[in-house]
């Protein structure tokens, strides 16, 4: 230590260096946390401590006006002041962030910009203030306070630690600030998204209703009535049923929100599931005088399934076969090991899919091609169904062609159940 230092000034290099010690430790606190009520609490605190003040505000920047905005305070009452704004003209905090330079006020009661309306609304008496900005990136995020400094009066040391712990509060709150709008951002589009939901499921839900009078009233007239009247009957019935079947793609979108819970687990036969879809399919295809193949695997699997939902998966796939298959054309369905994973195949020599296309199928209202046409009707939710339910099912889907004209190939690959499952379910 050299000789000419005297005890006050070693004195004050250790103040110094506790100070900065306690700035370092207040940082990596600062950067750990991202809740702002804790967070504006914290950095008070460590502002009346390493300034030895007895209190501390925060005021924050409001967003698209020309106030600040009390968030945080401390000393007596400080509560009352919380969402208090100051304007930024005539406020000391509103000209330590317009100059973006700290200040120093020794003494308040002489100075034209003090606000007095905190005083009073808080029976709290103000002599001094040592303001500084908090500024991140060139963006003004509010001020931070220590008003009374104990002893003496705020110096050039507290200004010093001041700026160094608004740089840091800066960054922390707008952290903070980011993370809760996102939050809230995140809250908004799931209430949305919830509404919608319902909104579908209750519209659909009522339509059901009305189309199944005017199903059973057309089913009468086409037997009963004759000539023209038969005629129209039939017409009706058919469009009253296109819109029974978009009516059962809308109810069927819950399946695309719905969580695991919701399905019923249990071990299923693969060869059950093929036939059943195959049963369902054979009618429409037989209607367009297309051929329908089915090849079971060769030793029985089981898998793990929701037996209704996984059905409806697999013959949304096969109705689209048929619907994108010309007439008279053959569509196949077989089912092989490979691996631990049961591969279903729907395939069909139909219009195929450019391979651009191959996943943007799968997206929800999404159809091939310009949906002004809409050729072939349909709602674009059958694969957005399907692959949902596949994914709730721990599997796979995807869509494969050669190209346009060249056919479509599906593959639903599902987990198989492990041997002894399948064993126990022998017995
Ligand atoms: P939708 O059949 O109601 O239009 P999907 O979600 O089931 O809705 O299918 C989305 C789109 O994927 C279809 O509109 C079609 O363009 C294309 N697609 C699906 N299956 C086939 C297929 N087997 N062959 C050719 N294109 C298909």
Same mark, same amino acid.
């Not at 005890?7 to 606190?29: F, G, K, Q, W, Y």
């Not at 960054?171 to 579908?200: G, P, W």
């Not at 019935?237 to 929100?257: D, F």
């Given at each position: ?12 290099? $250790?103040?110094?260096? %506790? ?9 990596? =606190? ?5 809740? +702002?009520?804790?967070? +504006? %609490? ?47 003209? #005539?406020?000391?905090?509103?000209? /330590? ?22 005083? $009073?609304?808080?029976? *709290? ?8 900005? =908090? ?5 003004? /995020?509010?001020?931070?306070? /220590?008003? %009374?400094?104990?002893?003496?009066? *705020? !110096?050039?040391?507290? /200004? ?13 709150? $707008? ?6 709008? +996102? ?36 089913? *009468? ?39 695991? &819970?919701?399905?019923? *687990? ?9 036939? @059943?879809?195959?049963?369902? &399919? ?44 010309? @007439? ?46 809409? $050729?072939?009707?349909?709602? !674009? ?40 499952? @399948?064993?126990? #379910?022998?017995?």
């Amino acid at each position: 230590m050299p000789k000419s230092s005297s005890p006050a000034h070693v004195e004050t290099l $250790r103040a110094d260096l %506790n100070a900065l010690n306690r700035l370092v430790e207040i940082s990596a =606190m600062l950067a750990s946390t991202l809740d +702002l009520p804790p967070l +504006l %609490n914290y950095i008070m605190q460590a502002a009346t401590e390493i300034t030895d003040a007895e209190a501390a505000s925060i005021l924050l920047v409001e967003e698209g006006s020309d106030e600040l905005r009390f968030a945080a305070a401390s000393g007596t009452d400080a509560q009352g002041l919380i969402g208090l704004t100051v304007p930024l003209e #005539h406020s000391i905090a509103g000209a /330590v962030l317009m100059r973006r330079q700290p200040c120093i006020i020794p003494d308040v009661s002489q100075h034209p910009r003090h606000f007095q309306r905190v005083d $009073r609304l808080i029976d *709290f008496h103000t002599r001094s203030i040592l303001g500084v900005p =908090m500024v991140i990136r060139d963006q003004a /995020v509010g001020v931070l306070e /220590v008003i %009374n400094k104990r002893r003496g009066q *705020f !110096g050039n040391d507290d /200004v010093r630690y001041m700026t160094l712990l608004a740089m840091q509060a800066a960054a922390a709150i $707008r952290n903070a600030q980011l993370v809760r709008s +996102l939050e809230k951002a995140y809250e908004d589009l799931k209430q949305l998204h919830k509404l919608k939901t319902d909104f579908i499921a209750i519209a659909s839900h009522e339509l059901r209703t009305p189309l199944s009078v005017i199903l059973g009233y057309a089913t *009468f007239l086409r037997e009963e009535a004759q000539g023209e009247i038969s005629e129209h009957a039939e017409t009706v019935l058919n469009s009253a049923l296109q819109l029974s079947n978009l009516i059962e793609s809308m109810t069927n979108l819950r399946y695309v929100v719905m969580d695991d &819970t919701e399905l019923a *687990f249990q071990p299923l036969p693969l060869s059950d599931l093929l036939s @059943e879809a195959y049963r369902e &399919t054979l009618p429409l295809a037989q209607a367009k005088g297309q051929r329908l193949e089915m090849r079971e695997p060769p030793s029985p699997c089981y898998i793990r399934a929701d037996r209704a939902p996984l059905l409806l998966a697999l013959t949304n796939v096969l109705h689209n076969a048929v619907k994108f298959t010309p @007439e008279g054309e053959t569509i196949s369905l077989s089912a092989e090991r490979s691996g631990d994973e049961a591969w279903i195949t729907v395939s069909d020599n139909g219009i195929g899919i450019p391979p651009e296309e191959l996943e943007r199928i799968f997206e929800a209202f999404y159809q091939v091609g310009d949906p002004l046409t809409r $050729r072939y009707g349909g709602l !674009g939710l059958g694969l957005t169904i399907a692959r949902a339910i596949v994914e709730r099912h721990r599997g796979r889907i995807w869509a494969a062609s050669a190209g346009p004209n060249k056919g479509s190939r599906f593959t639903l690959a599902l987990p198989l159940l492990p041997s002894q499952q @399948e064993g126990q #379910h022998h017995q």
